[in-house]
């Protein structure tokens, strides 16, 4: 874990400087398991971090990173177990409003790299890495001087199934994301 914070940090120090970056942003939420993750995991929290870059009028090209955590349903996989979905993504986000619009809707999608982390007493630990994808749609917003957010997003992976008689295993979840928007100006 250490690795993955400190891999991420450098990465969005180096990204997110005030010539290239437009902007850097920091949000939190519930995430909502679905698909065969939803039999097993509680609902729970994701945090993520990233820098949008203007590549054209509306559209944005991003580079995130985020880190959350599910408890299970002890009934199903006994006391004392979580996963720790983290990953990087990049995609691009599309801004339908203007530059002066008090509410900025916006649509995005990505892809990258989304790691499983799973621990449990019962089971004991266990980690994979996989192609993972994710998309969303928001709104931006100011409150009280500074640039919120708030969003919808779907994030999905697909790994090597470890289980008699199973192909693949998903990590699958719905999140609402609220969060800051810091400007850094940037080239716009």
Known sequence: MKRFVCLTLTALALTA????????YLGVGPTFPTSDYGDYANTGFMLAGGATFEIATNLDIYGE??????????EVVG????????GFMAGLLYGFGG???????????GA?????????????????????FQAGAGMGFAL?????FAEGRYTHASYDAESEGADSAVTA????????SFDLGGDS
């Open 17 to 24: 400087t005030p010539t290239l970056a437009q902007s850097i």
């Open 65 to 74: 990173a985020f880190w959350g955590q599910n408890n299970h349903d002890e």
């Open 79 to 86: 006391e004392d177990s979580k996963t720790n979905p983290l």
């Open 99 to 109: 530059e002066d619009a008090a509410v900025d809707p916006y649509v995005f999608g």
């Open 112 to 132: 990258g790299l989304m790691q499983h982390r799973y621990s449990s007493d019962t089971f004991g630990d266990d980690s994979e890495s996989a192609f993972g």
């Open 144 to 148: 009280g001087g500074l640039d919120a």
């Open 173 to 180: 979840f719905f999140s609402i994301m609220v969060g800051l």
